[in-house]
């Protein structure tokens, strides 16, 4: 496969120069001009394109409940048609423990781009403690570090926390650290959705913190993932975020980010409002808190402070869930309050009651806190990408139309770095995320006119549009501006 004429981005951060790509097998050949006696079977022309490595998605849900997924949500169209070539397996602490099984038969089954893998610290919790809010004990302690040995020599390339969300967040920074140190001989990342991104428990800043105090004293590598400043309580600190990381930096620590461009996070209606201590035990010792009358006055007062840090009734829409979801699908919390004749936290407690726990779009960030974050050199590109969010189908797409083509926060070439290059070196995904000879040919080919972001909050699953052509370890998977059948992504193990 030669590809000729395209403007060039390597993923270093370079600007774009002409040159030719030839593709042979699963690597790439040469980049530049093209040797003497190369006969190519096939060509492009990519005069007035963008040539690219494929972008890597560092927090992800998009391969969530790997290997159950049907042959469908493995191909991963909504990754592929945004050039995304690679995902991570196991944001928030949802990852797997037995990682080898997992990459395993996912493989076997087919895939249609990369993934490697986080061994979740969730998940070894919920396996130790299940759902309890107690303690670890020194013998628990000792049970999950032999679990992250575990994930991390079956090929995990870090371990993923979600500190934020229960049972995780009945964990003290102590026994996070006392846990995760156990990566500590494999080397890797310490990616994390914070303790708290707002003003919920200990506060932004305290929680960067915390974050950066586990990555560090573990000898990992600190990655705070969707890093944002979350509600109105924040807004406007982006900036002491950034200094909080850099100082860090000039202590030695290794210290970086992932983002996504949209103002609205996506998570459960139960995470963004209920406090923490209500769902300890699980769902039978939440209904018998909310059937005390004296306790479900605390929990409604208490989600009352949550909503107002989130901005009120009107920024949570409910974007999807299970059986009888249906007809709250498209409302925002507020309708759902009007139409029910009950207050906002009271309605939204009563779906939680009822087992209608369902996912939202919480608008709660500012556009000019999202640009200050992707302005630095530290943060890098992810989607959160998650069902019923549009995210999941146009966050790549979206930055490069709207930050680097329509509003310049950033050029093309910090784009492209900030979505592959650097995500691979701070990973370890070893000839991923470059356009270099020896390279695996993860390569994309893309229109600027044409690239766009097309899901929408209330049409979260169009595809996005202008990828043209995208490699995966040199196979098309997608071809003309069309997906192909092809299932040519692999399970990467750290080595």
């Given at each position: 496969?030669?590809?000729?004429?395209?403007?060039?981005?390597?993923?270093?951060?370079?600007?774009?120069?002409?040159?030719?790509?030839?593709?042979?097998?699963?690597?790439?050949?040469?980049?530049?001009?093209?040797?003497?006696?190369?006969?190519?079977?096939?060509?492009?022309?990519?005069?007035?394109?963008?040539?690219?490595?494929?972008?890597?998605?560092?927090?992800?849900?998009?391969?969530?409940?790997?290997?159950?997924?049907?042959?469908?949500?493995?191909?991963?169209?909504?990754?592929?048609?945004?050039?995304?070539?690679?995902?991570?397996?196991?944001?928030?602490?949802?990852?797997?423990?037995?990682?080898?099984?997992?990459?395993?038969?996912?493989?076997?089954?087919?895939?249609?781009?990369?993934?490697?893998?986080?061994?979740?610290?969730?998940?070894?919790?919920?396996?130790?403690?299940?759902?309890?809010?107690?303690?670890?004990?020194?013998?628990?302690?000792?049970?999950?570090?032999?679990?992250?040995?575990?994930?991390?020599?079956?090929?995990?390339?870090?371990?993923?926390?979600?500190?934020?969300?229960?049972?995780?967040?009945?964990?003290?920074?102590?026994?996070?650290?006392?846990?995760?140190?156990?990566?500590?001989?494999?080397?890797?990342?310490?990616?994390?959705?914070?303790?708290?991104?707002?003003?919920?428990?200990?506060?932004?800043?305290?929680?960067?913190?915390?974050?950066?105090?586990?990555?560090?004293?573990?000898?990992?590598?600190?990655?705070?993932?969707?890093?944002?400043?979350?509600?109105?309580?924040?807004?406007?600190?982006?900036?002491?975020?950034?200094?909080?990381?850099?100082?860090?930096?000039?202590?030695?620590?290794?210290?970086?980010?992932?983002?996504?461009?949209?103002?609205?996070?996506?998570?459960?209606?139960?995470?963004?409002?209920?406090?923490?201590?209500?769902?300890?035990?699980?769902?039978?010792?939440?209904?018998?808190?909310?059937?005390?009358?004296?306790?479900?006055?605390?929990?409604?007062?208490?989600?009352?402070?949550?909503?107002?840090?989130?901005?009120?009734?009107?920024?949570?829409?409910?974007?999807?869930?299970?059986?009888?979801?249906?007809?709250?699908?498209?409302?925002?919390?507020?309708?759902?309050?009007?139409?029910?004749?009950?207050?906002?936290?009271?309605?939204?407690?009563?779906?939680?009651?009822?087992?209608?726990d369902m996912g939202v779009a919480s608008f709660n960030m500012t556009e000019s806190d999202i640009e200050t974050f992707m302005r630095d050199p530290f943060v890098m590109t992810s989607s959160d990408g998650s069902s019923g969010h549009p995210r999941l189908y146009g966050t790549f797409p979206r930055k490069i139309r709207r930050y680097v083509l329509d509003k310049p926060v950033i050029t093309m070439a910090r784009m492209?770095?900030?979505?592959?290059?650097?995500?691979?070196?701070?990973?370890?995904?070893?000839?991923?995320?470059?356009?270099?000879?020896?390279?695996?040919?993860?390569?994309?080919?893309?229109?600027?006119?044409?690239?766009?972001?097309?899901?929408?909050?209330?049409?979260?699953?169009?595809?996005?549009?202008?990828?043209?052509?995208?490699?995966?370890?040199?196979?098309?998977?997608?071809?003309?501006?069309?997906?192909?059948?092809?299932?040519?992504?692999?399970?990467?193990?750290?080595?």
């Open positions: 496969m030669l590809i000729t004429g395209g403007q060039v981005y390597d993923g270093t951060g370079a600007p774009a120069r002409t040159a030719a790509i030839g593709l042979r097998g699963d690597r790439i050949r040469f980049v530049g001009a093209v040797p003497r006696g190369v006969v190519a079977r096939e060509r492009i022309d990519a005069r007035g394109l963008i040539v690219a490595p494929g972008f890597i998605d560092p927090h992800t849900h998009a391969y969530e409940g790997l290997p159950r997924l049907n042959a469908t949500a493995r191909q991963n169209a909504s990754s592929l048609m945004q050039g995304v070539t690679t995902v991570v397996l196991g944001a928030d602490g949802r990852g797997p423990i037995d990682v080898r099984i997992a990459l395993d038969s996912a493989e076997r089954a087919g895939l249609g781009t990369n993934t490697y893998a986080l061994v979740g610290f969730g998940t070894v919790r919920g396996r130790v403690l299940g759902a309890s809010s107690a303690p670890a004990t020194p013998a628990q302690v000792t049970a999950m570090r032999a679990l992250i040995v575990k994930g991390m020599e079956e090929g995990a390339y870090g371990v993923g926390s979600g500190l934020f969300y229960a049972p995780q967040s009945y964990s003290t920074t102590d026994e996070v650290l006392a846990v995760v140190s156990a990566a500590r001989p494999f080397g890797g990342v310490y990616d994390t959705h914070q303790r708290d991104e707002s003003s919920y428990t200990i506060g932004l800043f305290a929680s960067v913190q915390e974050s950066i105090r586990i990555g560090c004293e573990s000898g990992l590598t600190t990655n705070i993932g969707h890093i944002k400043a979350l509600g109105v309580d924040v807004w406007g600190k982006a900036d002491s975020v950034l200094s909080i990381m850099g100082a860090a930096r000039k202590r030695g620590c290794v210290v970086v980010a992932d983002q996504y461009p949209w103002t609205a996070s996506g998570t459960g209606l139960s995470a963004a409002l209920l406090p923490r201590w209500v769902q300890a035990g699980g769902r039978d010792s939440l209904l018998a808190r909310t059937n005390d009358g004296a306790t479900r006055t605390r929990i409604l007062t208490e989600m009352e402070e949550n909503l107002r840090r989130r901005g009120g009734d009107s920024t949570l829409l409910l974007i999807n869930g299970g059986v009888g979801s249906a007809p709250y699908i498209g409302k925002t919390l507020r309708d759902v309050s009007r139409s029910s004749g009950r207050s906002a936290v009271d309605a939204a407690l009563g779906l939680i009651e009822r087992g209608l492209v770095e900030a979505s592959s290059g650097q995500v691979a070196r701070t990973y370890g995904l070893t000839d991923r995320g470059a356009l270099r000879p020896g390279a695996y040919a993860d390569v994309i080919v893309f229109d600027p006119r044409t690239i766009r972001d097309e899901a929408t909050y209330t049409e979260p699953t169009k595809l996005a549009t202008g990828m043209r052509f995208v490699f995966v370890n040199g196979k098309a998977a997608v071809r003309d501006g069309s997906l192909t059948r092809a299932l040519a992504g692999r399970a990467l193990r750290k080595r």
